[in-house]
């Protein structure tokens, strides 16, 4: 049967079962070099938009791209430098390690605590100078137990590569299809 590779409801099985599971890799750590520099991508396999960023103390963090306060999102897909992201609704502003900096108006919320309405962290860690995020609440293994054997085999291995070029492919079909097939 090839229904696990043309059903959309088996689709919908693999996102929560596999994907929001999964360490997934997101990009390279030379894609934001600088304190302050992020890149926002929506990852529809997700159901997600996150914010990939270097915070003021050199470590790299992943958030979702949506404000606490009503949901909005807060940064469109792209890449840049900032010193805070800033919610264009109420102008909540968050600092590169996502901490609430500035919140308007916050003297009409009762019993406010700043400290409890940073941006929703997701788990990111890094390999080889590849950046991996966990969306899932708790991540049942590590990025170290989820790659195995292969962790340490391939230490240095991308040391001196350079990226040349990208190539991009849209392919109307199933990710597995396309994944056999490459």
Not at 8 to 29: I, N, Q, S, Y
Not at 63 to 86: A, D, S, Y
Not at 126 to 134: D, E, M, R, Y
């Amino acid at each position: 049967s090839i229904e696990d590779s043309v059903s959309d409801e088996w689709f919908e099985k693999e996102r929560e079962r596999l994907f929001k599971r999964a360490w997934l890799v997101m990009g390279r750590v030379d894609d934001i070099p600088n304190v302050g520099d992020y890149v926002v991508k929506d990852v529809a396999v997700l159901e997600t938009s996150i914010i990939i960023t270097r915070g003021k103390d050199d470590q790299i963090r992943a958030f979702h791209n949506v404000c606490p306060h009503r949901l909005n999102k807060i940064m469109q897909p792209g890449e840049g430098n900032t010193r805070g992201f800033m919610c264009q609704f109420h102008g909540w502003t968050f600092d590169l390690e996502g901490k609430l900096a500035h919140c308007s108006n916050k003297e009409l919320f009762e019993n406010f605590d700043q400290s409890k309405h940073g941006l929703p962290t997701i788990h990111a860690e890094l390999w080889q100078g590849f950046i991996f995020i966990n969306v899932a609440k708790e991540p049942k293994h590590t990025l170290k137990e989820w790659i195995g054997g292969m962790y340490d085999q391939y230490d240095g291995y991308w040391d001196d590569m350079e990226l040349r070029g990208e190539w991009h492919a849209e392919v109307d079909c199933n990710w597995k299809l396309y994944v056999d097939a490459n």
